[in-house]
């Protein structure tokens, strides 16, 4: 419900209250600060998102995975820069010579979605394959974009406008302008939209990589436990649709949690009174339905 509102502010509430002590609340809270720094890093955005997946994921792990990253950017030849063949050297040295690539079942692995796993497995979803490629180009100089055509999501290099791009979820074939097309129409069933070809920010790519986890854990009811840290994680990203709020709201109903369930479907009522007054009806039926389900 409320489809088409955003907001640009922090949520009413933080995470879930209990959601761990010490560690994990650490690896939120620093989740919040890099997204609402000045300029966000996407690789520790990813890393972090690993973090709160996996508790026992530690500090040395995940600057163990940035050094990896480091380590891979070493290993492209100098002479690129003066080449300017990224997409080539990069499909040499992460798809033939690393094995970065993905296939099918990837999709329906969790760990396809954290990038200290992505790393270790070279292995994982279209969107952070393209994570890594990117974030070794840019440790190497390269002038690299993310692309998030809709359905896919590849890297560019140079000029937008000259569409260089390159799958790293097929090793790093090349992509050109038909193939974009055909990607965005097998989506979509639309044309290309010049307007899909803007380079996406490491906010948008981040709460893309979390709608991936949601949309992982949706059909799995049993995994309700990440739906619900994926959504909070969005919520802390400076921008977002509002709509998560009555998406968490109805997870913690889900997970037995009827009071803040409730609480929070009518404060995100109180948001669609201005823009959906019939959503707003429903959604408060539905927080007094989940009060009910305590007698």
């Given amino acids: 419900m409320g489809r088409g509102v955003t907001e640009d502010v922090p949520p009413p509430d933080g995470p879930e209250d209990g959601a761990g002590e010490g560690e994990r609340i650490d690896w939120r809270r620093e989740f919040a600060e890099e997204a609402r720094s000045e300029r966000p890093d996407l690789a520790r955005l990813c890393l972090l998102i690993g973090a709160v997946a996996d508790p026992t994921v530690t500090r040395h792990e995940l600057d163990a995975a940035e050094i990896e990253l480091d380590r891979l950017a070493g290993l492209l030849p100098y002479a690129t820069r003066i080449t300017g063949d990224w997409s080539g050297e990069l499909a040499a040295l992460l798809g033939r010579h690393e094995g970065f690539e993905g296939v099918p079942a990837d999709y329906q692995r969790l760990e396809s979605s954290l990038l200290h796993e992505v790393l270790r497995r070279r292995r994982g979803l279209p969107i952070l394959l393209s994570v890594v490629w990117m974030e070794v180009a840019r440790r190497a100089g390269a002038p690299v974009y993310g692309l998030g055509l809709p359905g896919h999501f590849v890297v560019g290099f140079g000029d937008p406008a000259d569409l260089n791009l390159a799958d790293p979820f097929a090793g790093g074939r090349a992509v050109t302008g038909a193939d974009a097309e055909l990607l965005v129409t097998s989506a979509t069933g639309e044309a290309l939209d010049r307007s ?58 889900q997970r037995g949690d009827f009071l803040k369930g409730a609480a929070e479907m009518e404060a995100y009522a109180r948001v669609m009174d201005a823009v959906d007054p019939e959503s707003a009806t429903t959604i408060r039926r539905r927080a007094q339905a989940a009060r009910a389900r305590l007698n």
């Avoid at 979390?210 to 049993?222: F, T």
């Fill in 196 to 253: 899909m070809l803007r380079p996406a920010e490491p906010g948008a790519i981040v709460l893309r990589v979390l709608n991936n986890i949601r949309a992982w854990a949706a059909p799995r009811p049993e995994r309700s436990d990440v739906a619900l840290w994926a959504v909070e994680l969005s919520l802390l990203l400076p921008s977002h649709p509002a709509r998560l709020r009555y998406e968490r709201a109805e997870l913690l109903v």
